[in-house]
């Protein structure tokens, strides 16, 4: 069983859905989590960190559920632009070679 | 802008080759990192620094090296260039701490082995 695990996907959704990925991990050591995007042949960018309560930034909403050990990404009103591939990472221990990628979640918004 | 900068985009080797990839990044961060990305295996971590002159070997350290003289230079180097080697590989770097997880990437270096 894979670390860090995702839905590859593709999702494809309509301009203006809503649409949510999971990102499960096995190590209940982890610590910390983040959600990243990549475009396509392009390097990954941070699109946001995780936090325990819960997080939005914009139309962004990341939930953390410790008990079942997973994140999930909530994106509202999706876009044209929002078409990416969508990274989760999860931290265990703080140390930087504890930091695991998930696979990625391919998401297409169709107009 | 912080920036993280790789200084190839695209490189093509010879089996056998010594291949050096430079990274540099201007945010006074701690942790710098090397990965590769291949269709399918997703992102795997070559090797980490955390400081000057430390390193951590990764999840596929074999047929790399790397070095870190000064705290924004970090350069992974491929004693002899293999065909399973060809990849795309990502710098990358970080704060230290609860923020090690907040990474900022270079725009990658695409090496073909032949």
């Known amino acids: 069983r894979k670390e860090v695990e995702q839905d590859p996907g593709p999702f494809n959704v309509p301009e203006g859905a809503t649409v949510a990925f999971n990102c499960t991990y096995s190590?209940?050591?982890?610590?910390?989590f983040f959600w990243y995007r990549q475009d396509c042949r392009k390097e990954p960018k941070l699109l946001m960190s995780v936090y325990s309560s819960g997080n939005e930034d914009g139309r962004f909403t990341a939930q953390l559920n410790r008990a079942s050990q997973y994140i999930s990404l909530l994106i509202r009103d999706s876009k044209l632009s929002d078409s990416a591939t969508y990274l989760c990472?999860?931290?265990?221990?703080?140390?930087?070679?504890?930091?695991?990628f998930g696979g990625g979640t391919r998401l297409m918004v169709k107009p | 802008d912080v920036k993280v900068t790789q200084s190839s985009r695209y490189l093509v080797k010879r089996t056998g080759e010594k291949v050096f990839l430079e990274c540099v990044q201007d945010?006074?961060?701690?942790?710098m990192f090397w990965y590769r990305q291949d269709p399918g295996l997703g992102l795997r971590l070559i090797y980490f620094?955390?400081?000057?002159?430390?390193?951590e070997k990764g999840d596929i350290p074999e047929g790399y090296s790397v070095s870190r003289e000064k705290k924004e230079r970090f350069s992974l180097i491929l004693e002899s260039a293999s065909t399973n080697q060809t990849s795309m590989y990502l710098c990358?770097?970080?704060?230290?701490?609860?923020?090690?997880?907040?990474?900022?990437f270079g725009e990658g270096s695409r090496l073909t082995v032949l």
């Open positions: 190590n209940s050591a982890s610590q910390s």
């Open positions: 990472v999860v931290n265990a221990e703080g140390a930087g070679n504890m930091l695991t």
């Open positions: 990358a770097s970080s704060r230290r701490g609860k923020r090690i997880g907040e990474l900022f």
């Open positions: 945010m006074d961060h701690e942790n």
């Open positions: 620094s955390y400081d000057v002159k430390m390193k």
